[in-house]
């Protein structure tokens, strides 16, 4: 039993294209959150949502837009990929904004070549 | 906004050793600072976590120190072991309803 699942695990892309990365949590939780991890292993917050509402929106190219359509599901659509868009994603989710402990799901490795 | 410094950036020690992991953090109103690790290929998790009413909290080998004054928490592992090789981050908020901030993360290499 997963508790934060996302699909896909790797995602290899032509610049130029779009993708979707799907995320789930099974845990009851009414935060999700959006993290992308680059080569150098920062982690950096880019979206959170609390009941389907986003809360926490970072400095973020509008290439890239979250959509939870309810509050197990967030995902993230990413338009007209760059070279520097490539990095690990990691879906996350909590029982409240900020609230302990953040679960992570297992990341999709994007790749844009 | 917060800002977590984490160092050092990374840390090669002998197994049975003892590693210690440093974090800075800028706003003094943080009260809760918990530890992830992210083993190669694998997604963060939480190891430990301490909040500001305590200055130390310890299970089994590892241990978090906390200075609220200085702005500064640690990360103790003892007798450290191969399996203790993983990329580890610190991270502070204001507690509920507050994003974490995560430090720069520190890769430890414990050589068998």
């Known amino acids: 039993d997963t508790a934060v699942s996302q699909t896909p695990k790797y995602l290899v892309t032509q610049m130029g294209n779009d993708k979707s990365i799907k995320c789930e949590q099974n845990?009851?939780?009414?935060?999700m959150y959006w993290y992308k991890q680059d080569s150098k292993k920062f982690l950096k917050i880019m979206f959170s949502y609390n009941n389907k509402e986003l809360i926490i929106n970072e400095t973020v190219p509008n290439r890239f837009s979250p959509k939870s359509p309810d509050k197990a599901h967030l995902n993230l659509h990413i338009n007209s990929l760059e070279l520097g868009d490539s990095a690990v994603y990691f879906c996350?989710?909590?029982?409240?904004?900020?609230?302990?402990?953040?679960?992570f799901g297992n990341g999709t490795r994007l790749t844009v070549t | 906004g917060e800002n977590v410094e984490q160092h050092p950036s990374t840390l090669s020690v002998q197994e049975g050793d003892s590693a210690v992991i440093k974090c800075t953090y800028s706003?003094?109103?943080?009260?809760?600072f918990p530890w992830y690790k992210q083993e190669l290929g694998k997604r963060p998790q939480l190891i430990i976590d301490?909040?500001?009413?305590?200055g130390e909290k310890k299970d089994q080998r590892i241990a978090v120190t906390l200075n609220k004054t200085a702005k500064h928490f640690s990360l103790h592992i003892t007798e450290t072991q191969p399996e203790d090789s993983a990329v580890y981050f610190c991270a502070a908020s204001k507690g509920a309803g507050n994003m974490l901030t995560f430090g720069g993360g520190t890769r430890l290499m414990v050589k068998p």
């Open positions: 706003d003094s109103a943080s009260n809760y």
């Open positions: 301490i909040r500001s009413n305590v």
């Open positions: 845990l009851g939780h009414d935060t």
């Open positions: 996350a989710s909590s029982p409240r904004p900020g609230q302990s402990p953040l679960h």
